[in-house]
């Protein structure tokens, strides 16, 4: 029998005190009536003696702290998961939120998952086709990898969330593909366009939606990932799935945490985080990955927007330690109409030489990847040396190099947020760049690739 206490004596902000408790445990699901009736749900912060700070998921905004009656459930925050989530929209909570029936649950999750064991891990070498060049040709993305986005206010990051949701998916497999998209305090015009751009392009079908405004409870954003990722994990390692996990947006997960931290009086760390920030966003990242023996697998790309633009900002400074890499955007890029405006010098895929190559995507790949970043790099400073000298004080081959990287912007990058570029396309394009340069400055690429590859002149 579960005991029921009246014994609220403090709420701050999304916490509240209940004394005189016994048998609770940390992370134990609450159920908390008011006196008018209304339930609400919250989760054991804090354990101290016979002493516990519980967080209210749904604000506490209305409690009485005489008529409240507080009850521990003696289990944590689960998730009732099937097969049928596919193709629906939830809120941030893992409630229906589509006007659809009730999923009947096949089962019920822990949403904070367990602890993988190093040793059971496989290392990441799939080749995922996401069908933006900037990606695919040149910061590939694996199987099992986790690569964020860092972008800022204002850039199309929702948009390239959409279009890799939408066009991303694994060559050579028969395995089923399926998207969990977690929306992390979003606006409800950015909520709305995410549903309909999914299912406008059909994308719904294979995916997982769910979906915290901005109007929710802050307190709902630490729990709207960890739901996703249970969600995912169902799917990849009991249903056999590749399973992309896309969240946006980090940064408003982080800054809930932040709150939670002020209001509990923890000693902030940097910039008002709490000291545990890198701690926790690892739960969240460590969750991607291959298990041996599990057909399925979790690929993760979390997006979040850099305060001031500034990458040594503590939430994408910790972001860079955690994942494997990192694609960014450019806000010069896109003041230029370059879209996705992804820099592709800065970004960066640790694992990219594990999924690419003969068998994988072509044999090319990497002597034309890695020459159009040398193409590129010379390029700019080409670039800038004119506006500083003039282009008359540019040699034929620096020129040339400048014009390479014009045309790579803007027909390389640019693509637009509707096209779906296959790696053959993809790779054609670059060798039709790399056509406009000499050959001696062709030093990457081995000779038989230039005999194959290179387009031949029109007769």
Not at 120 to 130: K, L
Not at 313 to 341: A, C, F, N
């Amino acid at each position: 029998m579960l005991k029921e206490y009246k014994t609220v004596t403090e709420v701050v902000g999304p916490l509240m005190v209940v004394e005189g408790v016994e048998g609770v445990k940390f992370d134990e699901l609450v159920e908390i009536k008011l006196h008018t009736g209304e339930m609400r749900r919250g989760k054991v912060l804090e354990v101290n003696g016979s002493r516990a700070m519980v967080q209210i998921f749904e604000g506490s905004t209305g409690i009485n702290l005489k008529e409240t009656k507080v009850k521990f459930l003696g289990r944590p925050l689960e998730l009732g998961v099937s097969e049928d989530m596919l193709g629906r929209v939830f809120d941030g909570m893992g409630r229906p939120n589509d006007d659809g029936p009730n999923i009947i649950p096949e089962k019920r999750v822990d949403i904070n998952g367990e602890a993988i064991n190093p040793m059971a891990r496989d290392y990441p070498s799939e080749f995922i086709q996401t069908g933006i060049s900037a990606i695919d040709g040149l910061n590939t993305l694996v199987r099992g990898q986790k690569l964020p986005v860092f972008s800022a206010s204002g850039l199309p990051h929702a948009q390239l969330a959409a279009q890799i949701a939408r066009q991303a998916k694994v060559l050579n497999s028969d395995s089923k593909f399926a998207v969990v998209f977690a929306a992390i305090g979003i606006t409800f015009e950015e909520a709305q366009f995410f549903v309909d751009e999914f299912k406008a392009t059909g994308a719904i079908d294979r995916s997982v939606l769910f979906m915290n405004l901005a109007s929710d409870p802050a307190i709902e954003r630490i729990a709207t990932p960890r739901m996703a990722l249970t969600a995912a994990e169902y799917l990849a390692y009991e249903k056999g799935m590749h399973v992309l996990v896309i969240m946006t947006d980090i940064t408003n997960y982080a800054e809930a945490l932040r709150e939670i931290s002020a209001a509990r009086k923890e000693v902030p760390g940097r910039r008002g985080y709490p000291g545990y920030l890198y701690t926790d966003l690892s739960t969240l990242y460590e969750r991607a990955g291959r298990l041996r023996g599990k057909e399925g697998s979790i690929t993760q790309i979390p997006i979040l927007t850099m305060p001031e633009d500034d990458k040594t900002h503590p939430i994408p400074d910790l972001t860079g330690y955690i994942t494997e890499g990192q694609i960014i955007l450019s806000r010069e890029l896109y003041k230029k109409g370059v879209t996705p405006p992804i820099d592709v010098l800065p970004s960066l895929s640790r694992l990219k030489d594990k999924g690419i190559g003969k068998g994988k995507t072509r044999e090319d790949h990497a002597d034309t990847m890695n020459q159009l970043f040398a193409a590129y790099s010379q390029g700019k400073q080409a670039k800038e040396l004119s506006a500083i000298l003039g282009e008359s004080a540019l040699s034929d081959t620096d020129k040339k190099l400048a014009k390479f990287a014009e045309a790579f912007e803007s027909e390389y990058v640019s693509q637009g947020f509707e096209t779906n570029r296959t790696i053959e396309e993809t790779l054609n394009l670059g060798w039709k760049l790399l056509k406009m340069l000499p050959r001696t400055e062709l030093k990457r690429i081995r000779d038989e690739y230039l005999e194959k590859y290179m387009p031949r002149e029109e007769e």
